[in-house]
């Protein structure tokens, strides 16, 4: 059929108009792969303590893998006897970069430490996370904020530290311990915590990563709506590693009713494991 001279011309103008046009999925696509992380813009409407900062108070919980292994991992079997509850769960990593710069020993014996987990980890033995592995334990933890103290609690090991919000300038630690000592402030609607002063015990995962006593972290806790938060630590320590770097993952608000932190008491669990080689043995 002949296609008149009008519907020739209704036909160009289509095609004018669509050549214009971005597709939706592509313009959404753009968006994200064009916006960087750790810029993301506040909701509106987020809530916010008397003093105008955000009100961070309430339970959070980390999901993910990184408490197995900071690092992309594949899945990896555990003991035998514990079949697929003790083996490892593929996970993609939360190191920004991919990489953790250790010193050619401190790679040696992180390897060390992966070899010897089941008997060498300090959670196994029940002794406190350190930081900043409290934060994505697999268990929520609690922030409980005030102006010039902000304390969070955590369920495993009984573990707490105390943020101090009122020091202008930061207190060196009495004593080095699992938890070091944490100085706070505020960098627009950021908690920025200064954390050191840690024993050198701690490891950051039950893959053998680890740290020494003199590390430095330095935790960005960020909302992004009213039931998230960016969690960023930039981990420094030049006993172990070549440069500083960094780790990022959202904490997510617990929502269920009645949500709260309850204790872990580990300790009696842990006595076998750390005691049995010094019980007496029948004489033969």
Not at 30 to 43: D, I, K, M, R
Not at 47 to 57: M, T
Not at 247 to 265: G, H, S, T
């Amino acid at each position: 059929m002949a296609t008149t001279t009008g519907e020739m011309n209704r036909r160009s103008a289509r095609r004018r108009a669509h050549a214009g046009r971005v597709p939706v999925t592509f313009s959404v696509l753009l968006f994200l792969v064009g916006t960087p992380a750790g810029s993301q813009t506040l909701e509106t409407g987020l809530a916010r303590a008397w003093d105008g900062r955000p009100d961070l108070n309430g339970i959070w919980q980390a999901l993910g893998t990184a408490h197995w292994d900071l690092q992309d991992h594949s899945a990896a079997a555990g003991p035998p006897e514990l079949g697929a509850i003790g083996a490892i769960p593929p996970g993609r990593g939360v190191v920004v970069g991919g990489e953790i710069p250790y010193q050619p020993w401190a790679l040696e014996q992180k390897q060390k430490n992966f070899d010897n987990r089941y008997t060498e980890d300090p959670e196994i033995k029940c002794y406190m996370p350190g930081v900043p592995r409290a934060t994505y334990l697999p268990y929520p933890f609690q922030i409980i904020q005030g102006t010039e103290k902000i304390m969070i609690v955590y369920g495993f090991a009984e573990t707490s530290r105390t943020i101090h919000m009122d020091k202008t300038n930061p207190e060196a630690a009495p004593i080095d311990s699992w938890m070091g000592r944490s100085h706070g402030r505020w960098d627009g609607d950021t908690l920025v915590v200064d954390a050191a002063g840690f024993n050198g015990q701690s490891w950051l995962d039950r893959a053998g990563n680890f740290a020494s006593d003199t590390l430095h972290v330095v935790e960005r806790y960020t909302p992004l709506n009213a039931n998230a938060l960016l969690y960023e630590a930039t981990i420094e320590d030049p006993s172990v590693f070549t440069r500083p770097w960094t780790i990022r993952m959202p904490l997510y608000r617990r929502l269920d009713e009645n949500a709260q932190v309850l204790e872990f008491k580990c300790v009696e669990f842990a006595e076998s494991l750390l005691y049995d080689h010094l019980r007496r043995q029948p004489a033969e």
